[in-house]
Every structure is written in structure tokens, then in C-alpha cells.
């Protein structure tokens, strides 16, 4: 599969302040890219994409950066809550449009 | 609540046993997947099926045998397991490639 990671295995936040959570990927050709966020027990849930014609996209409370010189890819999340508290993958296409391959996961905790 | 369902959400089976598990979604779309997540691990692509065609098996012992009878449902066959395969299976499916995949919550299967 391909080879997506991520840079922090694990991040606290004080309940207020932003997140930043960051993913490297090796397959210069990958052309779509998504967060996602996995609480306990249950499925990966999706937070926001972008493709590669982009560098940037917002969503509510959610940026995310893409920058293909350095293949890095970041999430922000704004005004961090107790409830944006979990473990979040980067995923990336692979060369055919529909392997997902996921990163090794940040495990976010937010300190009330 | 998620969108895609699966069945059983724990399953405890011996290494001679025959199992199945089940993915049912009913939003129209024409790629399901099947993945295989370790604790504190990313989930791992295992299979991909395409307008129920499979289209993509990333070398996967064939005592797992996947199955889409139909577009609504995902099935993965289980034969002959061993207690390393205990894990969470989770399911997800997509409008088409380079769309966000949807996930089950999984199933959390223990091979004894």
C-alpha cells in the first residue's frame, strides 16, 4: 500500500485553543485527501477533504492544508472542544481513485 | 448514528469455526470496502468492491472471502481463523472513486 503518516503520535490541547495535526504521504501522484476522526467504539467519522487543485480548505471549526511540493498535509481545528477529543487519521487515494490507505493516526486529548 | 450497518458488533469464534460477517448500507452507492484495524493502529484496506465487482484485494489470506450479493450489501466469509486476525472489521462504501468513504462502527471479533 501506499506510505501516509503522521508526524505526532499523540497531542494535548487546553479547551480553547487550536489544534494542529499534521500527515506526511509519499505517493506524489495521490490527488485526494481526507481527515478522519475515530472516537472510541466506533467507525472512522469524515471531517473534511480536499483535492489536489487545492492548498486550502475550510470547514466549520476544521482547515485543512495541503502542500504537494513537501507532500504534507495538516489539519486545523479551531476553539478545541472536550468533544474533538480523539485519534485522527489522514487517508489518501492510491493510484487507482479508490484505495483509501490511512496514516498511523494522532491521538488528540483536550484538557478542560 | 452511521449510515452503513454491521452485524454482529462483537463476534468470538474458534480457529475451526465459520463465520460471517455483515454490511448493509441503502444510499445508492456503487463501492464497498472492508477493513481491518488493529488496536491503536490505522484501519488497513483489505478489499474493494466496485459495482459489485471486486476490484481490489490487497493480498489477503483467503481465509477471509469477501461477497456482494447486491449493491446494498457487503458480506466477509470467515474460515480457519487465527487468533492474530482477531480485530475490528470495519465496512465502509463511496459514491465512486475519489469520494469520502462512509464506515460501520465495525466488528470486533476475537478468534480463540
Known amino acids: 500500500g501506499e506510505s501516509v503518516g503522521l508526524h505526532l503520535p499523540t497531542l494535548s490541547v487546553q479547551e480553547g485553543d487550536n489544534s494542529i495535526i499534521n500527515c506526511a504521504y509519499s505517493?506524489?501522484?495521490?490527488?485526494?485527501f481526507i481527515w478522519y476522526k475515530q472516537e472510541s467504539g466506533k467507525g472512522p467519522q469524515f471531517i473534511i477533504d480536499?483535492?489536489?487543485?487545492?492548498d486550502k480548505r475550510q470547514g466549520q471549526r476544521v482547515t485543512v492544508l495541503l502542500n504537494k511540493t513537501v507532500k504534507h498535509l495538516s489539519l486545523q481545528i479551531a476553539a478545541t472542544q472536550p468533544g474533538d477529543s480523539a485519534v485522527y487519521f489522514c487517508?489518501?487515494?492510491?493510484?487507482?481513485?479508490?484505495?483509501?490507505?490511512f496514516g498511523t493516526g494522532t491521538s488528540l486529548t483536550v484538557i478542560p | 448514528d452511521t449510515e452503513v450497518t454491521q452485524t454482529p458488533k462483537h463476534l468470538v469464534m474458534g480457529m475451526t469455526n465459520k463465520k460471517s460477517l455483515k454490511c448493509e448500507q441503502h444510499?445508492?452507492?456503487?463501492?464497498m470496502y472492508w477493513y481491518k484495524q488493529k488496536a491503536k493502529k490505522p484501519p488497513e484496506l483489505m478489499f474493494v468492491?466496485?459495482?459489485?465487482?471486486?476490484?481490489i484485494n490487497e493480498s489477503v489470506p483467503s481465509r477471509f472471502s469477501p461477497e456482494c450479493p447486491n449493491s446494498s450489501l457487503l458480506n466477509l466469509h470467515l474460515h480457519a481463523l487465527q487468533p492474530e486476525d482477531s480485530a475490528l472489521y470495519l465496512c465502509?462504501?463511496?459514491?465512486?472513486?475519489?469520494?469520502?468513504?462512509?464506515f460501520g462502527n465495525g466488528t470486533r471479533l476475537t478468534v480463540t
Open positions: 465502509a462504501s463511496g459514491w465512486q472513486e475519489n469520494s469520502p468513504l462512509h
Open positions: 505517493n506524489s501522484a495521490s490527488d485526494y
Open positions: 480536499i483535492r489536489s487543485n487545492m
Open positions: 487517508a489518501e487515494t492510491g493510484s487507482t481513485g479508490n484505495q483509501f490507505y
Open positions: 444510499m445508492g452507492h456503487r463501492a
Open positions: 468492491y466496485s459495482y459489485e465487482k471486486l476490484s
